[in-house]
């Protein structure tokens, strides 16, 4: 039967799908609408199916806080074109609002969730079906503030790299330079207590059979081993110990003094680390598209 045009382009505006599976998803059902997104967003699984095993390492990271509460998300597609689609956008921007006020404990949670009637794994489906390249919501984390805590987020401009934070204290304007500083130099650890034993012990080891304290007067001795141990702890990457970024006069730990505010914990996420990216060479690549 022919397609009704004005049914077509409804179907295209409200499916956002191409030309030719409107066309036939109206000729299956009838030129039925409802019918026809049924059958678009049946065919789109498949589709997102064939994409599931693919793998999606480009996107963005984004940090969002609202009143004392902090999230901080990584959402995935296969190329950093796609993670400036307007579709992709949008629906990072859904997620933001959504997750501040959800509740959840593990990223399995969170895909189980449903905004607009549908799971964020489905909306995740049908965006990779709309789009054509696989979308996946990689991990989610949250921080909520309780009395005599407040938390802040950065997220740098690329939307590659952000963070956030909780700390004791009230000044949260303070605190969103920790969480710049924190997502600019990256500390390898966030506060001594995450150093390995095994480490720490060597480097006491090293500070107490140093030459630089032959000979030394007890009080001088230790004012060297003080010195060494900050300069032995800011090379590993403690945060506490860092020149910080806003003023390298002084270390984070001062900034942190002089601002009221005790650190209680932050994550940082980058974009696309731990993922081992696939490799492909060109005609590897044809040849796998045209199994498809």
Same mark, same amino acid.
Not at 14 to 20: A, E, V, Y
Not at 87 to 100: D, P, R
Not at 118 to 145: F, N, P
Not at 247 to 260: A, C, G, I, R, Y
């Given at each position: ?19 030719? #599976?409107?066309?036939?998803? +109206? ?5 039925? @609408? /409802?019918?026809?997104? =049924?059958? *678009?967003?049946? %065919? ?63 990223? #399995?949670?969170?895909?189980? +969730? ?5 799971? @964020? /794994?489905?909306?995740? =489906?049908? *965006?990779?079906? %709309? ?75 090293? @500070?107490?059979?140093?030459? =630089? ?80």
């Amino acid at each position: 039967m022919a397609v009704d045009l004005n049914k077509l382009k409804e179907l295209r505006e409200r499916t956002n799908s191409g030309f030719l #599976d409107c066309k036939n998803a +109206l000729e299956e059902t009838n030129n039925d @609408i /409802e019918k026809a997104i =049924k059958w *678009l967003q049946e %065919k789109g699984i498949v589709k997102a199916a064939k994409k599931s095993s693919r793998i999606a390492a480009e996107g963005i990271v984004r940090a969002y806080t609202e009143g004392q509460t902090a999230i901080l998300f990584e959402l995935n597609s296969e190329t950093d074109f796609v993670a400036k689609n307007e579709l992709f956008l949008n629906f990072a921007a859904k997620l933001e609002k959504f997750l501040i006020n959800a509740k959840f404990k593990t990223i #399995d949670d969170v895909l189980k +969730l449903k905004i607009d009637g549908l799971t @964020i /794994e489905d909306h995740c =489906k049908d *965006l990779t079906a %709309k789009i054509g390249e696989k979308i996946s919501l990689r991990r989610v984390e949250k921080y909520t503030a309780k009395k005599q805590e407040v938390v802040s987020s950065y997220t740098h401009a690329n939307n590659r790299v952000a963070t956030i934070v909780l700390v004791e204290g009230n000044n949260a304007e303070q605190l969103r330079f920790l969480a710049m500083h924190i997502t600019a130099l990256n500390p390898t650890y966030m506060c001594v207590s995450e150093i390995p034993k095994e480490v720490v012990k060597q480097i006491e080891e090293k @500070i107490s059979t140093s030459p =630089k304290l032959a000979g030394k007067p007890e009080k001088i001795q230790e004012s060297i081993k003080a010195g060494m141990l900050k300069k032995e702890y800011n090379d590993l990457g403690v945060l506490e110990y860092q020149p910080y970024v806003v003023d390298d006069s002084l270390t984070v730990q001062k900034f942190l003094e002089q601002s009221n505010l005790k650190f209680q914990k932050a994550i940082r996420f980058e974009l696309g680390e731990g993922i081992e990216k696939k490799i492909v060479d060109f005609a590897a690549e044809v040849a796998e598209q045209m199994k498809q």
